[in-house]
Every structure is written in C-alpha cells, then in structure tokens.
C-alpha cells in the first residue's frame, strides 16, 4: 500500500523531533540573570520519550519545603519522561525569606500584560505549561487541612499537608474533562502508606475556584487555575504544612507525592535523596578592577576607596540558590555585579535565605606607608580588623589571635602580643597566637588604657618598630 504524501510529511516530521533532543540529557536556561528575579530552568530528557512534568517551587519565599524539595529534582537523570524544573520561581522572596516583598506572585497568573520584572518570571513559567503533560506547583501552608473542623489548626479551611485542585472534574473548552480528584486520590493513597503517623497524613482539597460562592475565589489568580482553564492541563498544588517538626519532613513528604504523580504519569526517575547539607562558604573569587583574588570565608580584602569590586565565583557546597551582597550598596544580590566601593562594608554570602559567610571590605589605612590586619576568632568565627579598630567583646566571649600581617610581610605573619594576657605556658615569649582567650581572665589592668581595666592593647612590632595596635573592649567587665 503506497503512503499517503501527508503520511510520509508526518512521519519525517516526527522522525526530525526525536532526534531534535539528545536522550538523556539536560539543559539549563537562566532568564534574566544578575538580577533580583534571576530565574534557573531545567529541562531533563529522559532515555525514553515521555510525558512532561513541570515542577515549580519557590514561587512564595518563604516555604523552603516546597523550593528545597523542587531543587532535589534539578540534577535528576530519567529513564523515561522527561521533567521542566523551577526550583526558585521568586528568587527575590527566597533571599528575603518573604512570600512576595513585591506583591503575591501566586496571584499574577492573569494573562495580563508584563508590568514589572515579577511578571516577566510569570510569563516564562506561562510559556513552560505550554510543553507539560501535568503540573505541580509546591508550597508549604499553615496547619494541616483535614475533611471536618477539629479544632484551628486542623480543620477544612488550612492548606497544610494537601493536594488541592480546583475542581474534582473539571471540563475543557474542547470538551475534555480531566478527573483531578481521582487522579489526587490515587497520589494520596500512596503517600499516606508511606507516612506512618496519622496525624501527619495529607488529604485531598478542592477549593472549587469557579464556584460563585467558593471561599477561595483568589485562587483564580494563580498559576494552577491558570494553567488548567488556559492549557487544559492537570495541576495540582502539593502543601506540605509549615507546623511539621522538621525542614527533613517538610521535604520528605513532597518528594513523596512529587514521585507518586511522576509514577502515575509514567515518568521513571533515579529518586533524588534527602541530605540537606548546613551551607557553608570555602571561599570566594572577588575581581577588584578587573584583577582576580581568592579570598577565604571570614577573611579580609584590602581595597582603595573607589574600586570597582566584583563577585565572579562562589566556592560552597551548595551551586544552586547562592548569592551575595555587598552591604549598604549594591543591590539585593550583587553575585557577578561590578560594585564601586567607598567605605569599610561587608559581602555577604546566602545559600536561598540562610547566611552561610561573610567577608569584609576594608580600606586601607596606612601608617608609615603600610597597612596591617589582624585575623582574629571570635568565639570560634573569623574575623578581622586594621590597626587601630577596637574589638567589642563581652566577659563571655573567647578571643584567639590567628596572624597579622601587612602589605609587605610577604605572606609572612607578625608576631602579636595581647598586653596585660599571661598564656598558659612555663616561658612567655610575648607572642600570643594560637591560645583561646577567655575574656573573663585575670588580665594586668596596668597594661589597659589608662588603666581602666576595661580595653587592652594588643601590639605587633618587627624589628623592634611597633607596626600597629588593635584594641579589646571588654564592655561588661
């Protein structure tokens, strides 16, 4: 039997699609990067074709368990299927850990013109439900949503630990009627097997958002209605409940429903695990006028007033969700940004919105033509500071003098020598790094400033010349 011409056209053309993706593989797009709403797209190609799942978290700030959980699938691999991951949809509101410091973006999706850089976000996550099978939009809600009021915090009207759509069937403009309530019933029933609390079981909810008389008629306004009026796409909100002890089981129970609605739709994945690392900062590399150097978390750079300071790579053990700020100027993340400085500041470095290092802009001061900076632990963090700074302490804090060291030591440090401190040692050289202070000692209040007792020098010489001397202030003592 001769093919039909349109056959043979739609055969070729199908034949150009598969080989139009690499399988499996990734991509990687980042819209609208170096600024506060810097959005980071992942496409993953399974080894086999599929449907699309696309996954977004991090559209309200402040619910790490749905951005947290989104991210674990970023770096997925897929036998089959194929996912489109958002893991921080308002990155803005994830640093400042705030549902929307410019406005609810859960509550833009209205197909209006772009206002302001928040809608752009919106309309890139609009285009994506254009490529998607099903839609999973996560959150984390207040309380626990339960069928039957039982008292405030778990009642019919909390959004925590539920599938929410908005509709149990809802009907297409084309006539096709999508069976969310079976579909979420059908996720629920296996995550709940695997949640041996009871207490802590999800529950399905409909907030029946075309309903005149619904309670939640906001909820036209978000990206889930929008997608399903708009696409006739299945989307389900997944919540896990802010009240839940831990962020662990925050993450845990979406990954539980995020891999049941995968297995429904036949998207076969290698599981992401749950190891939620503290984030930590090894060190940065800061270009200043265009010259790179390496500087370690807590240390200090010695700049001249007026450079242009410029983040261009972060070291930590975490590569998605960092950024940086250089304090008192700049913007809200500053990461890859050329910064003129003018005064004494600090960068400092957050994985989403935890604090995860510092380190600390100083000008330089010079005393005969040299700077000197001394590194110092407080209470086991690293700090430092120029001649002639004062270090404020309490009589509960403990000191320890790491180095000094100026622009002409040559990478070689001073010795220093904490006047009125006797170390624990048989012969006292007058050198004091490397012992832990406490502030609480029996320092020789002869030696402090004009014998108050209350601030000590702290001297380097070389030489026998005095190079520079920081001062510390106990305040309570």
Known sequence: MRLSLSVLILSFLMTISALAVERPSKEHDVYFKGTDYELNVYRIYGRQDGKTMLIVGGIQGDEPGGFLSADLYSGLRLEKGNLIVIPRANFKSIILYDRGPDGDMNRRFKGEHPKDDMDKVVGIIMELMKESDVFLNLHDGWGYHYPTYVDKWRNPFRFGQSIITDANIFKCSDGTELDLRGIANTVLDKVNNRIEDKKYHLHYFNTNTEDPNTRFGDMRKTATYYALQTYCLPSFGVESSKNLPTLEMKVLHHNYAVNEFMHYYGIVPEHPSIFLLKPQLYYTVVNVNGVPKIIDEGETLIIEKGDLVEVTHIEANYQRGVSCDVLGTGELNDYR?????????????????????????????????????????????????????????????????????????????????????????????????????????????????????????VIVKSGGVELGTVWVRIKDR
């Open 337 to 457: 940004k050329k910064i003129q400085v003018n005064d004494d500041t600090k960068i400092v470095f957050r994985k989403d919105n935890d604090k995860m290092g510092l380190i600390d802009l100083k000008l330089k001061r010079t005393k005969n033509g040299k700077y000197l900076v001394f590194i110092v632990k407080v209470n086991g963090e690293k700090r430092s500071f120029l001649a002639d700074e004062t270090i404020d302490v309490s009589k509960r804090d403990r000191l320890e003098f790491v180095a000094a060291v100026s622009d002409s030591s040559c990478g070689h440090d001073y010795p220093v020598n904490f006047k009125g401190y006797v170390p624990p040692v048989s012969t006292n050289t007058g050198d004091d790094r490397g012992y832990e202070i406490p502030m609480n000692s029996n320092f020789m209040d002869k030696y402090s400033r004009d014998g108050d007792g209350k601030t000590f020098p």
